[in-house]
């Protein structure tokens, strides 16, 4: 007989990474640089609709598909930005974040026996996601070409079988901050229409690229829209992570799927937000852009101290993330380099909280010696860091390159 309690297909998903962190930051009084959230708010006008919203009594629940105004403001946008055209009536659905989208979207469309392919590192919720659906993942790694970490296409190819059913792609990429090229995306959207696999993509941080890398929908290459369902969030976009307002677009089919098993979940959720988002998608992309230059020279700021302090770092460009190569550092810090011990002492050791990136792996060997620090945060903070981790690394890299230089 089972014993009560968790189902064993969930016992591997017990607590998340992002909260021990952030609860060992409150611990130790370490700078959190672990936890990926903006310590600043918002459009202040998105945060005034929100209030007007409460005030104005929009409290009850909102219809099950998301508040038309803001499903009308999605499409508005994926035209505008995508030329993406969806129906807000049928292609859109507001979720419960970006996280209840994709579990959603995994329960509708993937079953017992089905076959989930992931790129990992995966965003830990996926895991999970696969595992309430009753399905199983698939695993191809990322692979670091010496430049950034790529999609390794032949890789994806052949792990693709007969009972591959979903594709979940998660680009701008947390937590490498790769985002892939037109020529991955091409490769992907072949082996998509050649398998007849659907395709869920995490697209968060749309709006959060860098330098000359720009985000390409995997919807808008020949043969997708119609196998794919993207996923998006306000949380990223306009700093409201709290508020967890996120949407769905695609097929017909495919969102009445999504709508079948969100409701169910949530039902509905964030009456007085989904205006102020709808707001904010009309009125404040502006914000946006100034929010990602300087989401950009945080990068910047953060990859340069990193590197300062001893840091492998290695290019990210979109996402709240940076990774770099911890050896050094740990050898210098006389710390384990395996990224699990060395981020659960550097608290102790350097005041600074970071995430290992084998958590969100099934293959954790190429990936032991890597973490990865979150770059949302206000200057102040990013230099106390860095100071922190400079005071104590006693590191000096040879061939140091121009601030910037590389990444
Ligand atoms: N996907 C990725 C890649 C993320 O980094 C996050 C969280 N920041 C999410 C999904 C979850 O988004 P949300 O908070 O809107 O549920
Ligand atoms: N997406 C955030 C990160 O990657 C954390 C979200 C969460 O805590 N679940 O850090």
Redesign the pocket.
């Known amino acids: 007989m089972r014993p009560h309690g968790l189902v064993p297909r969930l016992q591997p998903f017990t607590s998340t990474i992002f909260a021990e962190m952030t609860a060992l930051a409150g611990r130790t009084g370490a700078v959190n640089l672990g936890q990926?959230f903006p310590d600043t708010d918002g459009p202040a006008g998105m945060l005034e609709t929100a209030r007007t919203a409460i005030a104005e009594g929009r409290n009850q629940y909102p219809p099950g598909p998301g508040d038309p105004e803001l499903r009308d403001a999605i499409a508005e946008h994926r035209s505008a930005h995508y030329g993406l055209r969806h129906d807000p009536d049928t292609e859109v659905l507001v979720t419960?974040?970006?996280?209840?989208g994709?579990a959603a979207a995994l329960l509708a469309l993937s079953d017992h026996g089905d076959e989930v392919l992931l790129v990992e590192p995966y965003?830990d919720?996926y895991a999970a996601a696969v595992a309430l659906a009753g399905a199983r993942r698939r695993t191809v790694p990322l692979v670091y070409d010496g430049d950034r970490f790529a999609l390794d296409v032949d890789a994806l190819r052949a792990a693709v079988g007969p009972s591959t059913r979903v594709l979940l792609l998660?680009s701008p990429?947390?937590p490498t901050g790769t985002v892939f090229t037109h020529t991955e995306l091409a490769a992907l959207a072949g082996l998509a229409v050649e398998h007849d696999l659907l395709v869920v993509t995490?697209e968060?941080?749309e709006h959060l690229t860098f330098d000359a890398a720009s985000h390409v929908p995997l919807a808008t290459l020949p043969g997708m829209a119609e196998r794919t369902l993207s996923v998006s969030?306000?949380?990223?976009t306009f700093s409201a992570?709290g508020w967890?307002?996120?949407w769905v677009c695609g097929p017909a089919a495919l969102v009445a799927a999504v709508r079948a098993a969100k409701q169910f979940l949530t039902f509905v959720g964030g009456a007085p937000f989904q205006p102020a988002v709808a707001y904010a998608l009309r009125s404040e992309l502006d914000w946006v852009a100034r929010h990602r230059a300087a989401l950009q020279d945080k990068r910047h700021r953060l990859a340069d101290g990193l590197r300062a302090a001893g840091f492998g770092v290695r290019r990210s460009e979109g996402?709240y993330f940076v990774c770099a190569d911890i050896r050094d550092v740990a050898a210098d810090l006389g710390l384990s380099s395996d990224g699990v011990d060395f981020c659960m002492a550097l608290p102790a050791a350097a005041g600074v909280v970071a995430v290992p990136v084998s958590v969100f792996v099934d293959d954790p060997e190429p990936w032991r010696h890597v973490v990865r620090f979150a770059f949302c945060k206000r200057d102040e903070v990013l230099d106390e860091a860095v100071y922190r981790l400079t005071s104590v690394c006693r590191h000096v890299p040879h061939g140091v390159s121009a601030p910037g230089e590389c990444c």
């Open positions: 990926g419960v974040g970006a996280t209840e994709i965003y919720s998660n990429h947390n995490d968060v941080y969030s306000a949380g990223k992570t967890k307002i996120g996402t």
